[in-house]
């Protein structure tokens, strides 16, 4: 099975191969430069036209141009033959001067307007003395004879092999690394909608290469499997402790209020106990926000959700609406205009919402203000607003403010009067409508709660 290690010898092949095949030119064209500097070496020029020379020499200055031009066919190259005086004996070449001894010495123009080609002059000896010259024509292509097809054949081996070992490395780079790396990367996306899929091996690519992940998976399902098992018994033990603390208190407050009641008390200790009635219905409350929430995280606070008008179900919602705290100046402020309009709802709850929203209200107004509450329709919604004149909310607290048991910071006035679960609550109902709730606040300029249930067509 194909893992890493063969992409690692797949590449070592093609630096091999790479470098082989610089070898291989590199060496090509030394070479090439090499027999090229060599067809400028005068002996080599000499042997290379000594045929023609022998036969010059020997029949100069009578020479017969049909076996002199074949001999010069042969060796594909051309001549200019002129006596000492300047006479042109023979000339197949390029040169049409008639000045023999001014094309000697014409060697730089020449190169340069014949590039591919070499010029050289001997001169013709008779025993003793020279009686006249030859001016070659040589192409440089016959001068370098070498075979360079060897090379050739080399060259294309390699780059073949090189083509091969690339498309190979691609191949199995996408199927070793790329295919893995995707389907890790789907998999931890799938961890971000909570969804844990363990991977499996696939062709080509051996499981050793998703051990460390699906280890890694194992680990996570583990804690979050005990995390889920600590969170269900931590809400079961509060709901439990709620439900048992609440027979004993319910006892306790009724034993005040009789005590409120008996006119053998005197006002200085039914003060007291009116003190003391108050605590117990502000432990009362937070108690049953505990049990409420731990009933709703264990998904057992039942909304029954059935068709009914609003305007007779929020009529009889708002007539219950009515200041708590004899102490405060509030006033309730409730538009009679409900639109009648049918919605699935469950009452009780409902009732459970806009009264704590309304206490809510009523515990951040210091001395005096208003709390306002209006019904209306808006793109087949029905949308209730609840709002206030109250101190306000920070705007670091109101992206946390339907988090269960977050209270923010709060003044000695309304510190500690609750659990932080009202709201959390409260967006559980409504979330179990269908619904959506929205807040929004500035600091000493009050706070306003929009809800909004779907209208039945």
């Known amino acids: 099975m194909k893992t890493r290690s063969s992409i690692k ?15 291989t030119l590199f060496v090509y064209f030394t070479q090439r ?36 031009s074949a001999r010069l066919d042969e060796l594909e190259t051309n001549a200019l033959i002129a006596d000492l005086s300047n006479n042109i004996i023979f000339n197949n070449s390029s040169f049409t001067t008639t000045d023999v001894a001014h094309e000697l010495y014409q060697d730089q123009d020449y190169s340069l307007n014949n590039p591919d080609m070499i010029k050289v002059a001997f001169l013709v000896e008779n025993e003793s003395s020279i009686v006249g010259l030859v001016i070659f024509e040589i192409s440089k292509a016959e ?20 083509i091969t070992l690339v498309a190979f490395m691609v191949i199995n780079y996408r199927t070793i690394i790329i295919n893995p790396i995707k389907k890790l990367n789907k998999a931890l996306l799938d961890i971000s909608n909570g969804v844990y899929n363990k991977l499996s091996s696939s062709k080509g690519v051996s499981i050793k290469s998703f ?18 098992d600590y969170e269900k018994s931590r809400k079961q033990l509060i709901a439990n402790i709620s439900h048992e603390i609440r027979t004993p208190l319910s006892y306790v407050k009724m034993s005040a209020e009789i005590l409120s009641n008996d006119e053998c008390i005197n006002k200085g200790n039914k003060k007291h106990i009116s003190t003391i009635l108050n605590k117990i219905t502000s432990i009362d409350g937070i108690i049953e926000d505990l049990f ?27 007539s219950e609406i009515k200041p708590k705290d004899k102490h405060k100046n509030i006033s309730i402020n409730i538009s009679n205009d409900i639109p009648n309009v049918l919605i699935n709802a469950d009452e009780n709850r409902l009732v459970q919402v806009v ?25 087949n919604y029905l949308v209730l607003t609840i709002e206030d004149s109250g101190e306000g909310i920070e705007p670091k607290d109101l992206p946390y403010i339907f ?38 606040s ?16």
Do not use: W
């Open 9 to 23: 010898v797949i590449f070592s092949l093609i630096i091999i191969t790479v470098l082989f095949t610089v070898g």
């Open 403 to 440: 988090e269960a048991f977050y209270q923010g910071e709060q003044d000695v006035n309304t510190k500690k009067k609750g659990a932080g679960l009202g709201l959390a609550i409260c967006e559980y109902i409504i979330k179990k409508h269908s619904g959506e709730i929205f807040v929004y």
């Open 211 to 228: 051990s460390n992940y699906n280890i890694m998976l194992d680990k996570m399902e583990n804690t979050l499997s005990n995390q889920a």
């Open 292 to 318: 409420r929430y731990s009933k709703q995280d264990l998904d057992k606070l039942l909304v029954e959700l059935k068709e009914i008008y609003a305007h007779d179900m929020f009529g009889r919602i708002f």
């Open 355 to 379: 009264s704590n929203m309304v206490d809510n209200a009523e515990k951040h107004i210091e001395k005096e203000g208003f709390i306002n509450i209006k019904t209306e329709i808006d793109e």
């Open 442 to 457: 500035e600091k000493n300029k009050g706070t306003k709660f929009v809800i909004k249930l779907q209208e039945i067509l």
């Open 33 to 68: 430069e090499n027999d090229i500097n060599d067809s400028h070496n005068i002996n080599a020029l000499r042997a290379y036209t000594s045929p023609i020379m022998n036969l010059v020499n020997d029949d100069f200055p009578s020479l017969d141009d049909v076996t002199l």
């Open 143 to 162: 001068l370098i004879d070498n075979n360079y097809t060897l090379f050739f054949v080399i060259i294309i081996i390699e780059v073949f092999l090189l």
